[in-house]
């Protein structure tokens, strides 16, 4: 399943614009805002799709039922991008699990890339719901790495991915290796520059979170 947020009339889109837009992108608290509220959106709609249960609560002049999700929640994240995106989705699921992982482009002079991957913290994912957010799905390569690492601490019984922007080859990519993954998106993009850049996208969302970054 496929949910895109752009798809919608919503206030979720102001944000997306706003995420966009290379003047409102110099404020760097504004933008780790935004992700942080499209993250908080994408959990509400995400949790229409978990299982839930009935619960009894004690008021102060009786008793109240209410229907909340029944299943443990797992929140992973890559790092550095993900964090404003998953402080978004760990407001609304506030007792979930969290896990972080490190997962970067390490750069060739040819113009090339490889994903590397230095630091996992994971807590035991066995019959959990697995929420993994990364704000820029381009290739899909990330997601894959970083799912296929998570696989020894355990089998979820439910895969969401949520992302604010998605390359369309990026997303076809996930999707044919994980058939099973929910896919929770901002909006779409169709176009990837050779360099495997989301465009339009809205450039790099670790760096216009907390600032450029040396990198070889």
């Known amino acids: 399943m496929i949910f895109n947020l ?6 979720g889109n102001q944000f997306l614009a706003e995420l966009r837009d290379i003047h409102v992108q110099k404020d760097r608290m504004r933008f780790r805002r935004n ?3 499209v993250g908080e959106i994408l959990a509400y709609e995400l949790s229409k799709r978990l299982e839930h249960k009935v ?3 004690e008021t102060p002049l009786g008793t109240a039922t209410a229907n909340v999700p029944a299943d ?17 989705l760990l407001n609304y699921f506030d007792q979930a699990d ?3 992982i490190s997962a970067y482009r390490k750069h060739h002079k040819d113009g090339t890339f490889e994903i590397n991957l230095e630091y996992v913290s994971c807590p035991d994912l066995n019959d959990c719901v697995l929420i993994l957010c990364d704000p820029m799905l381009a290739t899909g390569a990330s997601i894959d790495i970083t799912l296929q690492e998570l696989s020894p601490f355990g089998t979820p019984k439910a895969i969401h991915i949520v992302t604010a ?6 997303l076809n990519h996930v999707r044919r290796l994980h058939r099973k993954a ?4 901002g909006a779409e993009d169709e176009e990837l520059t ?6 339009p996208g809205l450039g790099d969302a670790g760096d216009l979170s907390f600032g450029p970054k040396l990198q070889e």
């Not at 929640?73 to 978004?88: D, E, F, M, W």
């Not at 929910?182 to 998106?185: C, D, M, T």
């Open 6 to 11: 752009s798809k919608q009339a919503n206030i």
């Open 35 to 37: 992700l942080e509220r």
């Open 55 to 57: 619960i009894e609560v």
């Open 72 to 88: 443990r929640i797992v929140l992973a994240s890559i790092l550095r991008a993900g964090l404003p995106l998953h402080q978004g």
């Open 98 to 100: 969290n896990a972080f």
């Open 165 to 170: 922007i998605a390359a369309t080859a990026g």
């Open 182 to 185: 929910h896919i929770w998106l």
């Open 194 to 199: 050779a360099k495997s850049y989301i465009v």
